[in-house]
């Protein structure tokens, strides 16, 4: 993986279930993930990812309507105090930035239940998200394991990778 990170859409068209890599600019602005999700069908809910430098990702989702609710997750509140996207999140959540004594504590904030409707229920996106063994990049593709979506993020990740 690029040092900088990744962000990519999950979305389905036609029934199938797609993903594309996106501009690296969404990885700066929650605005532009919130943008390019409601951007898709709202066929199923899509989906944005954000992977920053595998320190922590964002979770971006739209609700399964054109104009539906969106929810977001940010797998580690800490990162708030060092990115500007993490940041972002946290301001939108209305949570606070952690304390300097509690920095070294890991813990996420956000909608652990946005993807229920896809077989993976809070308890089991807590266990990916409170294994300190994984980066980012290992988180996502759990989750997108989990979630029967790891074919296309792969194919999409991939690309990175060439």
């Known amino acids: 993986m690029p040092d900088e990170g990744f ?11 797609q993903c594309a890599l996106l501009p690296p600019a969404v990885m700066e602005d929650l605005d532009s993930c919130v943008a390019a999700v409601r951007q898709q069908p709202p066929d199923g809910g899509p989906i944005v990812l954000v992977d920053i430098e595998d320190e922590f ?6 609700g399964g309507e054109p104009g539906g609710r969106v929810r977001v997750l940010l797998s580690d509140a800490t990162a708030a105090s060092e990115y500007p996207l993490a940041q972002q999140v946290v301001d ?3 949570e606070e930035i952690p304390d300097e004594d509690e920095l070294d504590e890991i813990w996420p904030i ?6 229920e409707d896809l077989g993976l229920d809070e308890f089991e996106l807590r266990a990916i998200l409170d294994d300190l063994d994984l ?6 593709s759990a989750l997108t394991h989990r979630i029967g979506l790891a074919e296309p993020y792969a194919r999409a990740v991939d690309i990175l990778l060439r």
């Open 7 to 17: 962000a990519v859409t999950l979305f389905r068209e036609g029934g199938q279930w």
């Open 57 to 62: 990702f964002v979770a971006v989702r739209a």
């Open 92 to 94: 939108r959540l209305g």
């Open 110 to 115: 956000g909608d652990l239940r946005m993807f």
């Open 135 to 140: 980066y980012a990049d290992e988180m996502l």
